[in-house]
């Protein structure tokens, strides 16, 4: 008789914060349970508390790896995009989040790793390193990534220029990226305050860019990077 | 169970006191170790390990029978999940589903009044609960209408949830029984003790393999040490089943001494098979749950019914 193969997963012998901390995660379904949970009460939430208005729904693509951009003013942004995905994708959503900040300790990686599925990026040292998981995962068919090209959130409502990431990541492959805009984060939920309040929020979806036809060069990442922040600013002044 | 009974049990004082008093003389010779220079940061790791686990077992006992049921069951439930993450059955929701749901129904077996002898804990349920649970697991390829590769999820569904699942779940159900605190309290502290004698035996006296293909660290010097251990355990713990005659102390003692180790033996030939060192890492020290009960599974349903032959559930 043939040996039967055995699979066992590559983090058996990780403790609980290191598997919340690798990337790719197992798939666990407790976190599943928990992640699907919590994408409803967000959604209730989001639509009560928010009266969250999400504008452009029908310009998010049926199938396939794409990216999500937005503006970044409160944490509300990535919320907001999470409610405007539809349900059975939650699970391959991954919102980029800064691993200094989100994966610093248990309870806060537990939360972003449990609830929001984020993908921990090293904004500080490892850039690169980050960029790379990230081009893996979208090679995958079906997922979806969340990025905020400003790297960190805005204390004025001015939009921050776009770092180069986004467009190193895109530049010269299908990948469609679709420039959102949130308005009324600021108002809502501004980075000194602990808890959000009750403001009005409209999410803009605008159409999905491709940028296939340019070179991987050096000025392409920064013509990206600059269209992308265009258009970004167009859906802000369409949407107010 | 109930947390006034455990105030005024004596059985489960008694054993609070001894693991208690072993656990300070434990921390004491540690320190002393440490004082005059010994490297023990290892045992220390081992040690903290049940400082955690020692409370949350007496912790759960003392709540009562339904947090004893519930325990039982979860650590059922995680020891399963661990079986099936490591074979990689756990890709499978479908299977895994399946029998964390009737992993669950036996918990809730063991918690419900028998309709028909209104006594706590539905006996008949939770013994034919597996012809029920391997027909459902049987069916799977067939509601999905798939062949390939369905034995072999077939085949590691039925050994999770029989061994990890049900045999294991008679220790919650020996919650159910008048000397629930001296059945559950003997067991544990015995087959831990059975892990230490068999450790220490083998340590002092090894000399010749036991099952070199398996475990190649056991010995059966430490083995026999083991069981000879576990011989006299009953009759010192006398007071946890006085209504236990020669003949039960004498079982009592080869069921923990000799199914301690088989159930030990089981996990390690299922980890060389599969090809890791532990089952996962969940308490520090200690590996992952099964690598903590797995001396247990076997023990628990071998005691359930010599219990129930001799003395009845009631």
């Known amino acids: 008789m043939k040996e039967w193969k055995y699979h066992p997963p590559p983090d058996i012998d990780a403790t609980m914060l290191e598997s919340l901390r690798d990337f790719p995660r197992q798939p666990y379904m407790l976190v599943y349970a928990m992640r699907s949970l919590a994408a409803l009460l967000l959604r209730g939430w989001m639509k009560i508390y928010h009266r969250l208005e999400v504008a452009g729904r029908n310009n998010l693509p049926e199938s396939g790896s794409f990216i999500l951009i937005c503006n970044h003013t409160s944490h509300l942004d990535t919320l907001s995009l999470l409610t405007a995905i539809p349900l059975k994708k939650i699970h391959h959503t991954f919102p980029a989040a800064a691993a200094d900040y989100f994966f610093s300790s248990l309870p806060r990686s537990a939360m972003s790793a449990i609830l929001i599925n984020a993908l921990p990026f090293d904004r500080k040292v490892k850039g690169a390193e980050s960029l790379k998981v990230c081009s893996q995962l979208l090679a995958n068919d079906g997922n979806i990534l969340i990025i905020f090209p400003e790297g960190t959130r805005t204390r004025t409502g001015e939009m921050g220029r776009f770092r180069s990431g986004i467009g190193r990541l895109v530049v010269g492959t299908d990948l469609p990226v679709i420039p959102c805009h949130l308005a009324g984060g600021l108002n809502a939920w501004p980075k000194r305050r602990i808890l959000p309040r009750p403001h009005k929020l409209r999410l803009t979806i605008g159409a999905p860019q491709t940028f296939i036809h340019l070179e991987k060069n050096g000025e392409s990442v920064r013509a990206v990077c600059q269209n992308l922040e265009d258009r970004v600013a167009q859906l802000r002044s369409s949407g107010a | ?314």
Request: proline fraction near 3%.
């Open chain 2, 1 to 314: 169970m109930t947390i006034e009974a455990a105030l005024s049990n004596d059985i489960f004082l008694t054993y609070l006191a001894i693991v208690g008093g072993i656990l300070a003389f434990a921390g004491v010779v540690l320190g002393a170790l440490t004082l005059i220079g010994k490297d023990v940061s290892s045992i220390w790791k081992t040690y903290r390990g049940w400082l955690v686990m020692i409370p949350l077992v007496f912790g759960t006992i003392f709540l009562g029978r339904t947090a004893t049921i519930i325990g039982v069951t979860l650590l059922a439930i995680f020891s399963f999940k661990e079986f099936a993450r490591a074979t990689g059955l756990y890709d499978d929701w479908w299977f895994t589903g399946t029998v964390y749901v009737a992993i669950t129904a036996l918990g809730v077996a063991s918690l419900v009044t028998d309709p028909r002898l209104q006594s706590a804990g539905w006996y008949g349920i939770f013994m034919a609960l597996p012809v029920y649970v391997i027909a459902t697991i049987l069916l799977i390829p067939i509601i999905r209408n798939r062949a390939k590769g369905q034995l072999q999820r077939v085949a590691l569904a039925i050994v999770g949830f029989v061994y990890f699942g049900w045999m294991f779940s008679h220790l919650a159900f020996l919650a159910n029984t008048p000397y629930a605190y001296g059945y559950l309290l003997y067991l544990i502290f015995a087959v831990e003790i059975n892990d230490v004698a068999a450790f220490t035996c083998g340590k002092l006296f090894g000399l010749h393999k036991l099952r070199e293909n398996i475990s190649p660290n056991k010995t059966i010097e430490g083995s026999l040490g083991a069981v000879a251990v576990s011989m006299t355990i009953p009759w010192l713990l006398w007071f946890s089943f006085p209504h236990f005659e020669a003949l039960d102390l004498i079982l009592a003692g080869l069921i923990v001494g000799i199914g301690g180790q088989v159930g030990d033996l089981t996990i390690s030939y299922i980890k060389r098979d599969i090809g890791i060192k532990d089952m996962g890492v969940v308490i520090s020290g200690h590996g992952g749950i099964l690598d903590r009960v797995d001396s247990m599974i076997f023990v628990a349903p071998i005691f359930f019914h010599m219990v129930r032959w001799f003395h009845g559930l009631s």
